[in-house]
Every structure is written in C-alpha cells, then in structure tokens.
C-alpha cells in the first residue's frame, strides 16, 4: 500500500491506498489493446457495449485470448500446465480480494467486484483449455461441442452478468448456440495455421467420413494449398459439415428471437458476434469450402459497416 499523509490545522491524518486500486486504468489500457491486437472483431464490436461495461467486456475478452492463447506459446504440456495453475490460482485470490499483480487479472478483478462474476464459470474456461494441452483435438463432434460450451459460450454468459441480462433464460441459450457457432468459426478459420503444426481441428469422426487422409493434409500445406484432385476435395467436404453445424445454431439462435421479433436492445452488443461469424461463414460458401483459400484470411472492409447497421437494426 501507499501512505499519504494529510496535514490538517489540528492533526495528521494517514490515508493508505491499494497499489492495485491505482493500477486499474492501466490494466483496462491493456486488456483493450491485447483484443485490439488478437481479436479485432470483438474489437469492433465491443465499441457498442454501454460506456460502463467496456472496461468489463475487454478484462473478460483479454482473459479469455491469455487462456486460448496459451498452447500457441508452449513447447511442452507442462509449462502449459504452469500457466494454467496461475490463472486457477489468480481467480482464487480474485475471490479472496488479493489478485496478483498481473493487468490482465487486476482487470478481471474489478470486473469481478462491479459484475458479481460467478468462480466456476472463470474455472471451467480455464479447466477447458488445460484439458486442451493434453487433447489438443477431437475425435468426436460431441466432444468439440462440449469444448464450445465450456469456453465460447461459458464466455457469453459471463457477458451477459457484465450487461446484468444473465436471469434471462431466453438470452442465455441463445448465448448458448451463438457459442458453439463462434467456437466452430473460428476453428475453420483457424484451421491452415493448426494444419501447419499437424493438429486437425475438424473431429475425427467427421473427417473419416469423407475419406480426408489428414497426414495427405499435413504434408501438402507447404505452399499454401491442399492438392484439390487428392484430397482438397474430401476436406471441402468436411469443411462443408463442419461448416454446417455453426450455420445450424447461427440459425437455432436466431430463431429464439422469432417470437418478440428482435434481440432487446440491450443484449444487442453480445449478439452482435454473430455477424462475424456469419460473415465468415458465407465467405467460406463463396470459396467452395476451400478453408485455404487466402482471401479468407484478410479482414472484410465492409464488417464495420454491417456491424453498425445490425445494431441499428437490433438483428443479425
């Protein structure tokens, strides 16, 4: 702590200020810069949560990219499983009021305090992810969706408490597919940089169901293509279900709002992930599945524009 000493006309008085209370504004500074750098689509859209959940949604945004991030920059499970002790450690001490010195946790910390953000939803993110060092991959779509649920749409209930909407049923299963949709997406998306380090991201029992020889895969990325008359069919294929399954909840999720026509304006922040996701979506159909095909790797000039209009229009 800090001491300050006030000199009054009859006395002096000693304030102590936390170290940590100080640092908050700085620590936001970061989180918003690490999405800014990592995720610019939550970036864009997190410009239209209400002025006093900004700081809420990018501690939760900047946690979450630490978390998914983490077997990206490991050589060895064990120093994965390192730094997941920390974040189980850190949001303990988050519980008790003590959070480390860390900005991404410091952030968290204030979150926690205004939002009221239940311990087991932070840990079964970060239990997710731990079990992702050692299973990297799934053989099962069961068995991804699970994942999805316990990261991607974990996370969208904890925004929901940071925009005070989470009693809402409706918006929490809602919540719910708009995760495994964004899970899925970003897999595929994904899915040329995890082919280069020999890890499918598409289950198992899928890609055996178009006869994908993922070792063809894996060999034929060196110049940034699979050969199309061996196996790029088969995995267009594949990419094409997969696909499908994040178009079917992009579409589940909609359909919860048919009833009262639009989203609540207030949820319409959280729900506006969903235009991403469905951009990328309909970009892929326009590729032919072709989930290397490079275009798909830049950044779409009109997703502001269609970010902005959906908010306004309260859809997506």
């Not at 994965?80 to 946790?105: C, E, L, Y």
Request: aromatic share 8%.
């Amino acid at each position: 702590m800090d001491t300050v000493k006030v000199v009054t006309t009859t006395t002096v008085i000693h304030i102590h200020i936390p170290i940590r209370t100080k640092t908050i504004p700085s620590a936001s500074a970061t989180c918003q810069d690490l999405v800014l750098k990592r995720d610019y689509e939550s970036f864009l859209t997190s410009k239209f949560f209400p002025n006093n959940s900004q700081d809420g949604f990018f501690a939760l945004k900047a946690f979450y990219i630490e978390l998914a991030t983490v077997q990206d920059h490991i050589t060895q499970p064990i120093i994965g499983q390192m730094r997941m002790q920390f974040w189980k450690d850190a949001v303990k001490s988050i519980g008790k009021g003590t959070p480390p010195n860390h900005p991404v946790a410091l952030a968290l910390y204030d979150t926690a305090r205004r939002a009221d953000l239940p311990a087991y939803h932070l840990k079964r993110i970060i239990d997710a992810r731990e079990a992702e060092l050692h299973s990297p991959t799934h053989m099962t779509l069961d068995s991804l969706l699970a994942h999805a649920e316990s990261t991607s749409s974990t996370l969208n209930y904890l925004f929901l408490r940071v925009l005070s909407l989470h009693t809402s049923d409706l918006l929490s299963h809602a919540a719910s597919h708009m995760g495994v949709a964004q899970a899925i997406t970003t897999l595929l998306r994904a899915l040329p940089y995890h082919a280069a380090q020999r890890r499918m991201v598409i289950p198992a029992e899928i890609t055996a169901k178009h006869g994908v020889n993922q070792e063809t895969v894996f060999r034929s990325i060196g110049g940034g293509r699979v050969d199309a008359e061996e196996n790029g069919k088969k995995l267009e294929e594949a990419v094409f279900e997969f696909a499908t399954v994040a178009n079917d909840h992009v579409l589940t999720a909609r359909e919860m709002f048919k009833e009262g026509g639009k989203v609540p304006v207030r949820a319409m922040p959280l729900f506006l992930s969903m235009i991403p996701v469905i951009n990328f979506l309909q970009r892929l159909e326009a590729a032919n599945f072709n989930a290397f095909e490079p275009t798909l790797q830049r950044k779409d000039w009109k997703l502001p524009w269609r970010i902005w209009s959906g908010y306004h229009k309260r859809t997506f």
